[in-house]
């Protein structure tokens, strides 16, 4: 999740302009400092959608905000988000077997080298911090060893929430939590199983992206639209 703008930089708005806000579904420009147009496409149409169901697309998806959210940690997330496509570059869109079994070309200490010094900068390149990298090779591995043993790494991830998004009824930003006890057992367990970069906040962060939870205020149109598609999908 992005850290919040400085207080000094938060102009305390009528309550009007709070409602008008809402409705528009700018909320989340206080909440996360949240402006640039990416940002806010990301909060309306991507963040708190269920990420769920079979096939190994929604693994390799869940293995790709894992990998993000873990990238983030002591970041930013818009730092982040900028990168995206630079992270799906580098890791060949998180695909879990190329990225666990790649060949000793495709995922070594050599690839891990190149990465550390791909040229570019800004959006064209990943966070070059060996430790994360390192991580994204050894969380695929992981990654894969869970799917075998629940079905598919869907199954293991969801069952922290027993398979069904939970939703929220904020009234407001403030309302919404860094840790749930949910998170921590998450973070407990993927530790347990040597998951790189998986600390309870991360974790959080994570269930909030992939549709664990729903977290928009209640009053919003990204929690409508959120709340619709887990009726419709989880009855």
């Known amino acids: 999740m992005a850290q919040k703008r400085p207080a000094a930089r938060q102009a305390a708005p009528a309550p009007k302009r709070q409602k008008l806000k809402a409705s528009e579904g700018s909320w989340y420009e206080a909440y996360a400092g949240a402006t640039a147009d990416y940002y806010k ?5 991507e963040w708190g959608v269920p990420i769920h169901g079979p096939g190994r697309s929604r693994d390799n998806k869940l293995f790709e905000m894992l990998s993000l959210e873990g990238a983030q940690a002591g ?3 818009d730092c ?65 060893e869970a799917a075998e043993e629940y079905g598919s790494f869907t199954k293991f991830l969801w069952s922290f929430v027993k398979g069904k998004p939970k939703v929220n009824r904020w009234k407001t930003s403030k309302q ?4 749930t006890k949910e998170a921590i057992a998450m973070s407990k367990e993927l530790k347990r199983r040597n998951f790189g970069f998986v600390g309870p906040t991360v974790c959080y962060a994570l269930m909030q992206s992939v549709g664990m939870v729903n977290d928009h205020p209640v009053n919003t149109p990204q929690w409508k639209r959120v709340n619709a598609i887990v009726e419709r999908r989880f009855g």
């Open 176 to 179: 919404i939590p860094v840790v």
């Open 80 to 144: 982040i988000l900028r990168k995206r496509q630079a992270y799906r570059r580098a890791f060949d869109h998180f695909d879990l077997p190329t990225v666990a079994v790649g060949s000793p070309q495709a995922y070594s200490p050599k690839k891990v080298n190149l990465l550390m010094k791909s040229p570019g900068s800004g959006s064209e390149v990943i966070v070059k911090n060996r430790a994360k990298i390192e991580s994204v090779l050894k969380n695929a591995k992981l990654c894969l």
């Open 41 to 45: 496409k990301y909060m309306d149409k």
């Open 75 to 77: 970041l930013s997330w």
